[in-house]
Structures are given as structure tokens and as C-alpha cells.
């Protein structure tokens, strides 16, 4: 018999892996604080938990695609307490990894186990079912939670104990943040050189100057045009300075991204 299974979080990235959950026939239980955003769920199938606890008391494994730290914390103080022994949370957010690392203490002491399972590729990979996962925890984790990850994931990789999926998701982000930034200085430095702009995206796009980063930067008609998906790269590169405090590494990513972030972000 399938797990019961509960998610939280329906928004521009949890949305579609959760219309991938009951599409794929899972039986599904959501809550959200704005339950009107739970009516095309409803429609296929899926049944809306009445608070995070009832939730929590319901499912198996319960999903969470939330926005920061504090919120996966906030949700979390609510699913512990109501979750039973042998139960699994996994978290899709980006977070601190020593946010998951202090929960999986908290979980272990209930018998529940957590599994931290960022994920890349956005909302369209999620529609796709081929989002990656980046994961940390233990191996009979991962196994437990495969019959639902394989709904919206295609590439699921286990990177180590629970935190390494964050850090390996904060680096990622960090990297198409700065690939960004060198992006929109290339053409600059293009433009200034009198190369036309069309051909050195041609041209960048064959040779070993190119990467997904500046793919997106060439298509962008400013980069206002990026303003929400770097609001989502800003809070990850602070994640990255908070988890590498003084790091030469962590800061020459964070140069290599600043001004692109600040452009897009403000003009």
C-alpha cells in the first residue's frame, strides 16, 4: 500500500513537484496558509490537512518547499511533535546546512528521520519531472523517499550526511551567480572592443567561454529581467557567506556576483 504522503509549500517550485506527487497517483495531503491555492490539487485528488499537526499525524513522509530557514524551522516545530516513529521529512528548501544538521538531531530523538533535499533546475524541470536533488542523509533515507522523489526528479544523487545536499546546492547557486556576473562583464568588455553583440553570443556559445550562466545573461533584455530568480540567488549567496565566514573561495564568488545582483535587483 502507497505511503500516505504530506507537502507543504506550493509555490513557484513546490507547486509543480506537488502536481507531480498526485499525478503520479500518491496519495497526497497539503496544507497551506492560504488554502485557496489548494483547489487544482483538490480537483485531482489530493486532501488538505486542516493545520501542519493533522498533517503531520496523517502522513508517512511529509515534503517541504518553503522559503527560508525560518520557515522550514517554523514548520518543522510543528510536524516533529505530531509525526510518528519510522516517519520521514524531507526538506526541498535551501537552507543553512547547520539548519537540517539541528533538525535531524531534533527528528532522531522521535525516531523520525530527515533527509535534506534541495533541489535545481526550477519550476519548468519540476513540470518535466526532471528537476536534480541534491541529497544529504542517511542511504535508508533516501531509499524510503525514492518512490516520491522519482516523481518530479531525475537525478538524485545521496552527497553525504544530512547538510551536504545544502552545501552542494548553496555552491551551485553560488557558481551560476558568478557565471552570471562574468556574463554580463564579457559583453561589456565586448561592446567596448566593437564586437558585435549577436556574434560573441554565437561565438561564446561554442567556444570554452560558455556555461549556463551566460546562456541565460545573453537572453535577458536587461538584467532587471532576472529580478526574481535573483532575489532567490541573493539569500543563497548570504547562506554561502554565513556557512564560510572569511573563506577565499566564498568571497570571490561573492564578488564575481555582486555587481550582476545589485544590476538586476536595483538597475
Not at 567596448?192 to 533584455?221: C, H, K, M, N, Y
Request: overall charge negative; proline content about 5%.
Amino acid at each position: 500500500m502507497p505511503e500516505m504522503i504530506g507537502f507543504i509549500g506550493v509555490g513557484s517550485q513546490g507547486g509543480p513537484m506537488a502536481h507531480r506527487i498526485v499525478d503520479a497517483g500518491l496519495p497526497l495531503t497539503l496544507w497551506a496558509r492560504h488554502p485557496e491555492a489548494l483547489g487544482p490539487y483538490v480537483a485531482k485528488g489530493a486532501g488538505i490537512a486542516a493545520d501542519i499537526t493533522e498533517l503531520g499525524a496523517l502522513s508517512e513522509h511529509v515534503g517541504i518547499c518553503v522559503v527560508d530557514d525560518s520557515d522550514v524551522v517554523q514548520v518543522a516545530d510543528a510536524l516533529i511533535p505530531a509525526m510518528r516513529s519510522g516517519s520521514r521529512i524531507a526538506v526541498h528548501s535551501t537552507v543553512l546546512p547547520a539548519t537540517v544538521i539541528d533538525l535531524e538531531r531534533r527528528c532522531a530523538e522521535k525516531g523520525i528521520m530527515l533527509i535534506d533535499a534541495p533541489v535545481s533546475g526550477g519550476p519548468s524541470a519540476a513540470e518535466a519531472g526532471e528537476l536534480t536533488l541534491m541529497c544529504g542523509g542517511r542511504q535508508e533515507a533516501l531509499d524510503a523517499a525514492l518512490p516520491v522523489f522519482r516523481t518530479f526528479g531525475r537525478s538524485i544523487l545521496l552527497l553525504g550526511p544530512v547538510g551536504s545536499g545544502q552545501c552542494a546546492k548553496i555552491i551551485t547557486n553560488a557558481m551560476l551567480s558568478a557565471h552570471m556576473g562574468v556574463a554580463m562583464a564579457a559583453l561589456e568588455a565586448g561592446a567596448a572592443l566593437d564586437l558585435d553583440r549577436a556574434q560573441l553570443i554565437d561565438v561564446v556559445g561554442v567556444s570554452v567561454g560558455r556555461s549556463l550562466g551566460f546562456e541565460i545573461f545573453s537572453t535577458l533584455p536587461s538584467p532587471q529581467a532576472f529580478a526574481h530568480d535573483a532575489s532567490n540567488l541573493l539569500k543563497d549567496m548570504g547562506l554561502l557567506r554565513a556557512a564560510l565566514p572569511g573563506n577565499t573561495g566564498a568571497r570571490e564568488l561573492d564578488t564575481a556576483s555582486a555587481r550582476f545582483l545589485t544590476a538586476a535587483l536595483h538597475g
